[in-house]
């Protein structure tokens, strides 16, 4: 098991948590997905055998957000 820190930018309300959560959570291998509106904050727990952190990435830059960076945990 993993666990991924993504700093994002351009949510900025319930319906941006939403999206991300559900877009992130359909991923294969994923175990749980948080999103800290307050902060920025993406924390991803997955099965790195399944998922990528490339994979997530793309999940949450496809609801139309910017993945800044990444912080391994």
């Not at 990435?57 to 960076?69: K, N, P």
Request: overall charge negative; glycine content about 8%; hydrophobic content about 35%.
């Amino acid at each position: 098991m993993a666990s991924q820190t993504l700093d994002v930018r351009g949510m900025t309300c319930e319906h941006c948590v939403n999206a991300v959560e559900t877009s992130v959570g359909a991923l294969g291998g994923v175990e749980q997905v948080n999103v800290d509106l307050e902060n920025g904050k993406v924390n991803v727990d997955y099965d790195d055998s399944k998922a990528t952190v490339q994979d997530i990435r793309d999940a949450i830059e496809d609801q139309g957000y910017e993945v800044l960076s990444q912080q391994d945990q």
